[in-house]
């Protein structure tokens, strides 16, 4: 019925079975992902960085997008790494049969290493801990472990300190030497590449090559060295070096919105969220509507009740502001966004159950982009697509 092996979402149905399943009728909500949109961004991205290899990012359940078919389809599209956060993230890919280079980098001790070293992942790390846990996982293992270490170059973040960075790369030599490691990467994560001219974007390519230059010093010889995020990718190019890590921008999302949005880039939103509603009722002036009557009918009117809420990822702080379209029109949430629904009001205009809102998508049919929630909610696109929850189903279209 899936193919998201153990990371599925309980509800996630395959395209041939959406909109009308022999289990009952349209589904309440559902999440359609674009497999094509998302082929086709990953060939926008690979055109902007050439000369590098392409990694997914497709951590996070690929942003909400449901990581197994996103990752198949990015490499489909020419992707050769893909990238996970957890190491449970890296190693649900491999359960899920996907080839490919696989790296992951957040760690804590006592994490799955040796598992990791077995199905053949690329394990980052970021301090002297993790090298020792690797060591001995590799030990164990009786394989030599692919390992890429990671600077912090400024971020503030994971990765170690620079003055560390000299003594990290001569004790992952020396592992290196005695056949337990092998060094494929080096790397590091920008902290402002989102803001166009930032001065930190230059000090941290200052302090990553700087990094490197230690790094071939102590006789090191990555595969790749890499830094860039989608906004790196799409405006940096002397960030790209041996490989790019866009995330957010393969799913359609415009990383520096005041660069312009994603077709200014090139890209096409990969996922559009719709529910089909709940009811229809005519009420008269003066009617509260959802908790706390924060919104008031101003005269007589149609309410449309719209079935997802905050236990779907619709956040609480798009009440009376978040952008929906319903019958033909862009609404805004009416009130409160509750748990599992929220209002709109559609004034004067008709609908009728099971006639379907569009809470985002591409903004070809007038509907709101994730950009827009992202606005009215005070946030960024990337949690509006990656909140999105599990009771949503995800159908996948193109693949
Ligand atoms: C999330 C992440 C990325 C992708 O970032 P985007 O801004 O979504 O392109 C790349 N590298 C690392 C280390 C990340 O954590």
Request: glycine share 12%; charged share 20%; net charge neutral.
């Amino acid at each position: 019925m899936n193919d998201m092996n153990g990371v599925a979402h309980p509800g996630a149905v395959d395209s041939a079975d959406a909109p009308a399943g022999a289990s009952g009728g349209y589904p309440r909500a559902q999440a359609t992902i674009d497999l094509d949109a998302l082929r086709s961004n990953v060939a926008a991205l690979r055109a902007k960085a050439p000369g590098a290899a392409f990694m997914a990012v497709v951590k996070a359940d690929a942003y909400g997008h449901g990581m197994v078919p996103c990752a198949r389809a990015a490499l489909e599209a020419g992707a050769t790494w893909l990238g996970a956060a957890t190491p449970e993230e890296a190693l649900a890919l491999r359960a899920a049969g996907l080839g490919g280079r696989v790296l992951c980098w957040l760690w804590n001790p006592g994490g799955p290493w040796r598992a990791c070293v077995e199905a053949d992942i690329d394990v980052t790390v970021s301090a002297h801990w993790a090298l020792a846990e690797v060591v001995a996982a590799a030990r164990a293992a009786g394989r030599t472990a692919r390992v890429q270490l990671k600077i912090d170059a400024g971020l503030g973040r994971n990765g170690v300190q620079p003055d560390q960075w000299p003594d990290l790369v001569r004790a992952a030599r020396t592992a290196e030497r005695d056949g337990l490691i092998r060094v494929t990467g080096l790397w590091a994560h920008f902290s402002c590449a989102d803001e166009p001219g930032h001065p930190s974007v230059a000090r941290e390519l200052a302090v990553f090559r700087r990094a490197l230059d230690q790094a071939a010093a102590a006789g090191l010889t990555p595969e790749v060295r890499h830094m860039a995020n989608s906004p790196g990718t799409l405006t940096l190019p002397e960030s790209h070096f041996d490989l790019v890590r866009p995330g957010v921008a393969m799913y359609g999302i415009s990383p520096v919105p005041q660069l312009g949005g994603p077709a200014d880039f090139g890209l096409r939103p990969v996922m559009t969220l719709t529910a089909r509603l709940a009811s229809v009722k005519r009420v008269p002036g003066g009617h509260g509507v959802s908790y706390g009557h924060r919104y008031v009918t101003a005269g007589e009117t149609t309410l449309a009740l719209v079935p997802v809420g905050y236990a779907d990822g619709v956040p609480r702080h798009a009440s009376g502001t978040g952008p929906v379209l319903v019958a033909g029109r862009r609404r805004t949430v009416a009130g409160r966004v509750a748990m599992d629904q929220f209002v709109v009001d559609l004034g004067g205009d008709a609908a009728e159950p099971g006639d379907e809102a569009v809470l985002f998508g591409p903004g070809d049919r007038g509907e709101p982009t994730a950009e827009d929630w992202a606005r009215a909610c005070g946030t960024i696109a990337y949690e509006i697509v990656t909140r999105i929850g599990a009771r949503v189903p995800r159908v996948h279209t193109g693949g």
